[in-house]
């Protein structure tokens, strides 16, 4: 007998995701592991149990954790969870560890040796493990749908006999991952679009999208982007000249979708009390942050608001969740990608090269200690540039690694992910 790969049903309310699909059970039994699937893990993926069974995966119950050498998941197993884990066992998932040190000790004192797949390295061999941007991807076309939803009013133009109807003004702020979808998704649905981000370099994607780029192009604006692509918090002063900007654009717009995170901290407040006040009656607000704290005055995570002005403010959470079906296979690819750089092809057991720089990025807890730079002492501030952003939402606030950059744009502008 191999050595075991355990599938869990995710135990969170809000989540519909699973760790596998059918085709990726396939490719772990080809690399010489049981598969075990706890029964229901993928009902709401549209996964049946008899589907995976099919693909070689043996369906069991959750207890049967407890002899599994490899656990993936979705999100951080909870210390109840953990319970139940065999000592030395590797866990795989979306950890979420900023503000969850708790969380993170669980991990260490369970004894597992646990990977944060929201750390994979931006290089190229990992661009099939980022989960980062295969998530955020869907939460930015999730973000539209969930928008044209709430906006009781059509998005494109429409000319008839009996009048004319006018484009609906979609403005996305930030333009990560998700933000570059959103516009995507927008203008497949024919609304005017503009976008702004404090990163000069995302304005020839959002151009070659169709779209209006909408920012203070200052000195501080040109050097506002880490090495590893993601946005530097900016000075008060650059904050207040976006503001005005943004204050006059946004009460013009009819949906606002905002995906601005900044790793390791509370989302940046982006849209005021004010600035909402400003809208039209009908107009609709989707807060891609707001499980962070929100990037809209007013956002609650799980609630839509409505606002005395008729604004309506959705703080949907698990956004890349809500189309369960295709995050998990995506989600799956990524999982089944990492594993496979863990396996050793000959004995077809788990060995861990901790000088491999994916391990080196990824690993969290080993041999009951927390070892990633960020987060072994908790009194001390991260020694590396953080690459996560809440695993909840899964919305990047990163642009497309740097070599695919105007290959990414263009391939959605084709109506491609």
Request: no cysteine; charged share 25%; proline share 5%.
């Amino acid at each position: 007998m191999g050595q075991v790969v355990f599938i869990p049903r995710e135990i969170d309310a809000n989540e519909g995701r699973v760790a596998a699909s059918p085709d990726t059970v396939k490719r772990i039994t080809g690399l010489g592991f049981d598969v075990v699937v706890e029964a229901g893990a993928g009902n709401a993926s549209r996964i049946p149990d008899a589907d995976f069974a099919k693909a070689g995966a043996t369906i069991g119950k959750a207890t049967d954790v407890a002899k599994a050498d490899v656990v993936l998941k979705v999100r951080r197993p909870i210390e109840a969870e953990l319970k139940a884990y065999k000592k030395g066992a590797t866990v795989i998932a979306i950890m979420d560890p900023y503000g969850n040190d708790a969380g993170v000790a669980a991990l260490a004192k369970a004894g597992v040796t646990s990977f944060a797949m929201e750390f994979m390295p931006r290089i190229t061999r990992a661009q099939v493990m980022d989960v980062l941007s295969s998530q955020a991807n869907l939460a930015g076309y999730q973000a539209v749908i969930d928008g044209a939803g709430e906006y009781d009013r059509a998005l494109p133009m429409m000319m008839t006999a009996a009048g004319t109807v006018p484009a609906a003004k979609v403005f996305i702020m930030g333009v990560g991952v998700a933000g570059l979808q959103a516009i995507a998704t927008a203008r497949r649905l024919g609304a005017v679009v503009t976008a702004t981000d404090v990163r000069p370099a995302v304005k020839e994607q959002v151009q070659s999208l169709g779209a209006k780029f909408i920012a203070v192009e200052d000195e501080e604006f040109k050097q506002a982007e880490t090495a590893g692509g993601y946005a530097k918090e900016m000075s008060k002063e650059y904050q207040a000249k976006q503001a005005a900007l943004t204050a006059e654009h946004i009460a013009k717009q009819d949906i606002v979708i905002t995906t601005a995170l900044i790793p390791g901290r509370p989302a940046p407040k982006l849209v005021s009390a004010e600035m909402v006040a400003s809208m039209r009656p009908g107009s609709v607000l989707i807060d891609l942050a707001v499980e962070r704290g929100g990037n809209v005055a007013g956002a609650e995570a799980g609630k839509i608001v409505t606002t005395g002005n008729g604004v309506k403010i959705v703080g949907h959470l698990n956004v890349a969740g809500r189309v369960a079906a295709s995050a998990s296979l995506l989600y799956a690819k990524n999982l089944f990608a990492f594993l496979e750089t863990l396996v050793d092809k000959s004995s077809k057991q788990i060995a861990i090269n901790r000088e491999d720089e994916l391990v080196k990025a990824t690993l969290l807890t080993d041999d009951g200690k927390v070892v990633h730079p960020n987060f072994a002492k908790v009194d001390q501030k991260p020694q590396v540039e953080p690459a996560a952003i809440p695993a909840s939402t899964m919305v990047a606030d990163a642009s497309p690694k740097p070599a695919a950059k105007k290959k990414s744009a263009a391939a959605k502008s084709k109506g491609t992910a």
